[in-house]
């Protein structure tokens, strides 16, 4: 049990690490190319 | 202090200085596919992996596919070695018959050794089986120092190419950097630590009898195999639990140097590596001076506060002076045949380059030099770091320090030829938030939690020093432990197992972004408005914002722990 519980937290961190890039992804897009100055 | 002590840490920084512009060509032409002299013996071997993965090596990535190569690489590791560790009774090569290894402790080196931070809540001759450190510690050690240099690399081509979406191919960029660049410098290593007497066996435990009859067992093993990758990496998790502190480690001086050398070599070469491939050698320096001057700040004080004198101990007349019978100074917790400044100097490298390893105890290290320790991890790992954390770490605060000086005149930003725009500084701070946020809120979280403070071994200041150091050195990836803090407990294996994944992957996945931003921009011609960034006012520039913006982090932290711990000891109080 303690397995599957390691096991599902691992899987789970990664999913949301490919979310988070999918998130960076759209972070990226409308702002690409805008000045950052003031 | 003395002469030779300032000479060995001279000695060090002239060999690592010497190495690093040939291995910075070398690791230039590997990563943009140039002929090596290890071409015909390695072009094979590398064909064939490519054939047996289905990997089409001319067949580049966009950032985001380079990520998610990345992230499914090191889940698919960090299960992997999850089962061997589980396993690891009922597999071969084990011949002291380790049980299993628990499940919070297997998570917790799972992911330990996947994120190349090697924190090790285990001693490893009592709890790991030989199949364990080679298949799982050492392969990860390998695995997770190239997947490190390819972030790195795929960076670099962010900031070197042009209007294109691609910046590489993860498997490639990992096959050659595990290919031609680790195996070879781990082939030559292991002989000369073998030759100064570091054990390479795969035998059982030695048992010898005493001079007063008893029975001693002497734990042995594949160390010297183990013990080349674990410096070079940047990984730094030890066979034994002493780490590089046992004669079986690191036997003499001389292997003490050579060690610090496998370190360094890495990290401070892909600044040379940078500037070739940007087509600027110079700004590749410029980012090593930084490292440097840093380097030099931080051995200095090491080794000036911990040849001084204990005040504790001054306060009992205790003899501290430097004669020919005693070395001086704090030696509590140090190894005799290194002495104050090879283990002040082993100390500075290991914390500076995110390796981790030790050869003396970082706990019985006086309050401020403590301090020193834990600001080398708070500065996210940039002097000099791990293969290739080091470097994308630094390219960070230079992305910082040119949109500050951008808002000091008022001009875009640029740097090396990019424009920096708003996308870039939003995954930058992304990158750089991370880490203080993991380090401090798990941090205060264990500060107060009952499962928290039961594994502290020390009251006060010095108590919350051990907590903040474990933390700080699994979210930047270092692994080095101050001792005195029982971790090895389900609260603390799952919450620095979090800061670990945090410190590694949660920064990657920005960094990776900015490259394939940068990569897809027009170059920016130089200009009379540009921050020129290959002259030594960047240097200082740039050492301002990382100081500041360290300080600034984590200075109330640092307040709390050794600092208030180190003026206390002045008046008395010890904890």
């Known amino acids: 049990m303690s397995d599957v519980i390691m096991l599902a937290l691992v899987i789970g961190c990664f999913a949301l690490a490919a979310a988070y890039a999918s998130l960076c992804e759209h972070l990226l897009g409308p702002s690409a190319g805008k000045d950052a100055s003031p | 202090m003395t002469v030779i002590g300032w000479l060995q840490i001279a000695l060090f920084i002239a060999i690592v ?7 910075g060509g070398y690791l230039a032409r590997i990563y943009t596919g140039q002929r090596t002299p290890l071409q015909p013996l390695l072009a094979p071997v590398e064909t064939a992996l490519y054939r047996l993965a289905g990997i089409k090596p001319q067949t580049e990535q966009s950032w985001y596919g380079y990520t998610i190569s990345f992230l499914v690489f090191h889940a698919a590791g960090i299960i992997a070695l999850y089962g061997l560790l589980r396993l690891q009774s009922v597999l071969p090569l084990n011949p002291q018959a380790m049980t299993a290894v628990p499940p919070d402790l297997a998570l917790n080196t799972a992911v330990s050794f996947v994120t190349n931070t090697s924190w090790q809540s285990y001693g490893g001759e ?48 990992l096959t050659r950097g595990t290919l031609y660049v680790l195996l070879p410098i781990c082939v030559v290593a292991p002989l000369l630590l073998m030759a100064n007497g570091v054990p390479q066996t795969l035998s059982a435990t030695a048992e010898v009898t005493t001079l007063d009859g008893g029975l001693q067992v002497i734990a042995r ?32 001086p001389l292997t003490n140097l050579a060690e610090l050398v496998l370190i360094f070599a890495l990290g401070a070469a892909l600044t040379n590596c940078f500037g070739r491939m940007i087509g600027s050698e110079r700004q590749g320096w410029i980012l090593l001076c930084v490292m440097a001057i840093l380097f030099g700040l931080g051995v200095a004080g090491l080794y000036s506060a911990e040849s001084a004198a204990n005040p504790a101990l001054a306060a009992m007349n205790a003899d501290q002076t430097l004669g020919l019978q005693q070395p001086g100074g704090n030696m509590e917790g140090k190894e005799v045949r290194f002495g104050i400044a090879g283990s002040a100097l082993f100390a500075e490298v290991s914390t500076a380059s995110s390796d981790g390893a030790v050869n003396s105890m970082h706990d019985s290290f006086l309050p401020l030099s403590g301090g020193i320790l834990l600001a080398n991890m708070m500065v996210d790992e940039v002097i000099v770091g791990a293969p290739g954390s080091g470097l994308y770490g630094m390219l960070l605060f230079c992305i910082i320090a040119v949109f500050l000086a951008g808002l000091m005149i008022g001009r875009t930003p640029e740097y090396v030829g990019n424009k920096i725009a708003a996308s870039e500084v939003k995954m930058t701070i992304l990158a750089l938030i991370c880490i203080p946020a993991a380090t401090l809120g798990l941090t205060a979280i264990a500060s107060v939690v009952e499962p928290g403070l039961a594994g502290l071994g020390n009251a006060g200041p010095h108590g919350y020093s051990e907590i903040l150091y474990a933390y700080t050195s699994a979210a930047a990836t270092n692994g080095s432990a101050f001792a005195g803090l029982s971790s090895n407990s389900p609260f603390y294996n799952l919450t620095l197992a979090l800061a670990m994944f945090v410190g590694r992957f949660v920064v990657i996945v920005p960094v990776l972004a900015v490259a394939g931003s940068l990569a897809a921009q027009p170059v920016v011609p130089y200009s009379a408005g540009t921050l020129p960034t290959d002259r030594a006012l960047f240097v200082w520039f ?5 100081i500041i913006v360290g300080g600034l982090t984590y200075l109330p932290a640092l307040a709390l722990g050794p600092i208030i711990e180190g003026l206390q000891m002045w008046s008395g109080t010890l904890y």
């Open chain 2, 17 to 23: 200085g010497g190495l690093t512009r040939p291995l």
């Open chain 2, 542 to 546: 740039l050492l301002g914002v990382i």
């Open chain 2, 221 to 252: 093993g594949p160390v010297a195999t183990q013990e080349a990758i674990k410096l070079l990496s940047g990984d730094g998790g030890g066979f034994f639990n002493a780490n590089s502190a046992h004669p079986f480690e690191n036997p003499t």
């Open chain 2, 126 to 173: 009592t709890t790991l089986s030989y199949l364990s450190q080679m298949a799982g510690i050492t392969v990860q050690s390998f695995l997770s120092a190239a997947s490190g240099m390819a972030v790195a690399i795929a960076l670099i081509r962010g900031f070197a190419r042009r209007r294109v979406a691609t910046i590489g191919n993860f498997w490639v960029d």
